[in-house]
């Protein structure tokens, strides 16, 4: 079992820049690709950005040049930089993380950018 947390969403103006984190617990040793997710009201989730265990990484492109993915696999978190934020990037975001081919998620952090 693998337990994601995560955390920095909040309110922020159009423009403006959020760091989320997502931290893993419990049997983190396998765990391979991570990412973040988000989920607007009324629209389905949708891949933000993803990283392999390597650090290979893949993004919408909504958030390419915006949004860069790391990992600190000492530290066993995961961050989303966020800048140049546009209302349309309101969601709730997700971290999520496979280990042993099982996907795993967090419960979300909101972000909301205002206009």
């Known amino acids: 079992q693998v337990q994601l947390v995560e955390s920095g969403g909040g309110l922020v103006q159009a423009g403006g820049s959020l760091r989320l984190s997502c931290v893993a617990s419990?049997?983190?040793?396998?765990?391979?690709?991570m990412g973040w997710y988000r989920q607007a009201p009324g629209i389905q989730r949708e891949m933000v950005a993803l990283i392999t265990s390597g650090g290979s990484t893949n993004y919408a492109d909504s958030v390419k040049g915006r949004f860069t993915i790391s990992r600190d696999n000492a530290k066993n978190t995961m961050y989303l930089q966020m800048n140049s934020l546009k209302p349309e990037d309101t969601a709730v975001y997700y971290c999520n993380a496979i280990s042993f081919g099982i996907d795993y998620w967090g419960k979300g952090t909101l972000v909301t950018v205002s206009s």
């Open positions: 419990g049997s983190i040793f396998n765990i391979g690709r």
